[in-house]
């Protein structure tokens, strides 16, 4: 914490590149946000979430914890026309780095499905990817982040596959055009226009697996509505290693199958 303290004092005492932005000079961060207690390193990372704060607990000891390895024979799929994902374009977002991860903040959003309705929260990044696919890992992935009027959390995923061709989704180029503006944990900025359509007409073109499983951070919370995208998103590989440089590694481990004990017990109790 001490590396980041000094980091966010020079980037206050400053005054608050793109891959594909229209300006030639490099922009400087807007502000600063506050970082995560967690991170995905030592003593702060995965195997020792639930020692960071009590309220973690479902770290250690959940049985249907997030993420899991999708097997696309055993998990259940559901349709489009029962997942109604709505977006609408907004000018800007606030895009932060919160030593954690890369997240937007944008409330514009609903989700409705046979288990309610959502409005979004924000939605964020894990390289590589947190689920695995038949066992097979993806560069990245995103997490579109519901939340009910009772409290009840809804997630929308996909993950990301490097493009043969140099393709990518538009609204991430949007996104990650100001990467380099928040390469230090606690800088936050602006996005430019951001267009959901196209992401929209993807999820709804495609199979979606579904499971209840928990978040992928502390608090590790369950009975969390998953819906996934059977179809990875084109990535180009420039945005990705842009975005690779500042997020390094924030992918917590495979759990357990749902249902089974948690990897953490096993563990303690192999131990002892």
């Not at 030639?24 to 995560?36: E, F, K, M, Q, W």
């Not at 996104?175 to 226009?193: L, W």
Request: proline share 4%; glycine share 6%.
């Amino acid at each position: 914490m001490k590396g980041f303290a000094s980091i966010l004092s020079f980037a206050t005492a400053v005054s608050a590149s793109c891959l594909h932005g229209t300006s030639l000079l490099p922009r400087s961060a807007d502000g600063i946000v506050d970082v995560n207690s967690f991170n995905y390193t030592n003593t702060g990372g995965p195997l020792n979430w639930h020692g960071l704060d009590s309220a973690n607990s479902a770290c250690a000891a959940g049985n249907r914890q997030s993420p899991i390895v999708i097997e696309t024979d055993d998990i259940d799929y559901t349709s489009a026309k029962d997942v109604h994902f709505h977006v609408p374009s907004v000018n800007e977002a606030k895009f932060e780095n919160l030593g954690s991860g890369l997240e937007v903040v944008l409330t514009n959003g609903t989700l409705t499905t046979k288990q309610g309705s959502y409005k979004l929260s924000q939605f964020h990044f894990h390289t590589p990817s947190e689920h695995r696919i038949n066992d097979e890992y993806y560069p990245m992935e995103v997490h579109f982040v519901f939340e009910s009027e009772a409290g009840s959390i809804a997630v929308v995923g996909f993950v990301f596959e490097l493009s043969q061709f140099g393709y990518s989704t538009p609204l991430f180029d949007s996104v990650f055009a100001h990467i380099e503006d928040i390469a230090a944990p606690g800088a936050y900025t602006k996005t430019g226009h951001l267009d959901f359509s196209r992401l929209t007409a993807h999820l709804n073109a495609h199979g979606i697996y579904q499971y209840d499983g928990s978040l992928t951070t502390p608090p590790c919370s369950e009975s969390v509505a998953w819906f996934l995208s059977t179809e990875p998103l084109p990535l180009n590989v420039q945005s990705f290693n842009a975005v690779k440089k500042v997020l390094k590694f924030n992918a917590r481990y495979t759990q357990n199958a749902l249902g089974q004990d948690n990897l953490l017990e096993v563990a303690a109790k192999e131990h002892n």
